[in-house]
């Protein structure tokens, strides 16, 4: 079964760290290009940030550039999205994505709450 299973939200505190993890199974992540999104209640997806298949290139939005992370370790087919200085402004469910010519898959995403 092809599915993507995000893990690692919570609550956590303005000023905070929390690292989501992002695994596959059913197929290999390294031939895909890989990306975080977080939606908010009330607002449109957002496209927190990306990496390469190879992991040699990322990027980010504005919003989360120089706090956010994004890593891989296609050997454990496992993407992650460290998050560090957390503000209430990121609270959102934060989804993987995995994309390449052929397909695209999602998961279910993870919520995360930054609430003091």
């Known amino acids: 079964q092809v599915q993507l299973v995000e893990s690692g939200g919570g609550l956590v505190q303005p000023g905070g760290s929390l690292k989501l993890s992002c695994t596959a199974s059913g197929f290999p992540l390294l031939w895909y290009i890989m990306s975080w999104y977080r939606q908010a209640p009330g607002k449109e997806r957002e496209l927190v940030g990306s990496i390469t298949s190879n992991g040699g290139s990322t990027n980010y939005a504005d919003s989360v550039k120089g706090r956010f992370t994004i890593s891989r370790d296609n050997a454990k087919n496992t993407v992650y999205l460290e998050m560090n200085r957390l503000k209430p402004e990121d609270t959102a469910k934060y989804y993987c994505?995995?994309?390449?010519?052929?397909?695209?898959?999602r998961g279910q995403g993870t919520q995360v709450t930054v609430s003091s």
């Open positions: 994505n995995a994309h390449n010519n052929f397909a695209t898959y």
